[in-house]
């Protein structure tokens, strides 16, 4: 009997991350306004009755889905961020890691649902508190590099905000500018605006790969 339950818990648990996977999916390849549920389990190989039974409505599953995707990069931040702390490391690393992880779908996905939470408060407070957990991981990044630089800590932080406009406004360009140079050369110009707010210590410029301060 314990076995059979968690078998059916173990199933439970797949077919709710693979409806999960498959929204993230569509609203990345569709978005929000064309995809349905019907779209999201066929994506998923489910029956449409198997995905409102883990899930009564469409903006239920999309919200988990969100919340769910945010809260896998949040843990990879903290994860960064603890590697970050451990060995030290430089500014140069934040931006390039923050245009990687905003890139990899993650701001696309975020434009899609963005609008929908303006309008729609309940579903924009199911999301607040991912958001805020996901603020928290980045936040943890920059504290790892104020710490080693013995930089004020908000002033870090508007370095961090400032970070992250940036790139958000290039990802959002990137849907009618497809020119990697560009945005290449504009990551270059801003980690030049930054080094001068966290020196890296003598001695480190060869193993991050520029020269110190």
């Not at 940036?166 to 504009?186: N, S, W």
Request: proline fraction near 4%.
């Amino acid at each position: 009997m314990a076995r059979e339950r968690r078998r059916q818990k173990d199933r439970t648990a797949e077919t709710s991350a693979r409806l999960k996977a498959a929204t993230i999916d569509l609203l990345h390849d569709r978005g929000f306004w064309r995809m349905s549920t019907v779209e999201i389990a066929r994506q998923a190989g489910v029956s449409r009755g198997a995905l409102t039974h883990h899930f009564a409505s469409r903006e239920e599953i999309i919200t988990e889905s969100v919340a769910d995707m945010l809260r896998r990069v949040t843990d990879d931040l903290h994860r960064f961020a603890e590697d970050f702390a451990d060995r030290g490391g430089s500014s140069d690393e934040i931006v390039d890691y923050i245009w990687r992880m905003m890139s990899d779908r993650l701001f696309y996905v975020t434009m899609e649902f963005l609008p929908e939470a303006r309008h729609n408060a309940d579903f924009k407070a199911r999301l607040i508190p991912v958001v805020r957990a996901f603020h928290a991981g980045l936040d943890a990044v920059w504290t790892a590099l104020a710490a080693r630089s013995g930089v004020d800590p908000d002033r870090t932080r508007t370095a961090m905000n400032a970070s992250m406009c940036l790139v958000r406004g290039m990802i959002a360009q990137t849907v009618i500018r497809d020119d990697p140079l560009y945005y290449t050369g504009l990551l270059d110009f801003w980690k030049t605006q930054l080094r001068p707010l966290f020196p890296v210590a003598p001695g480190r410029g060869a193993e991050d790969g520029r020269a110190p301060g």
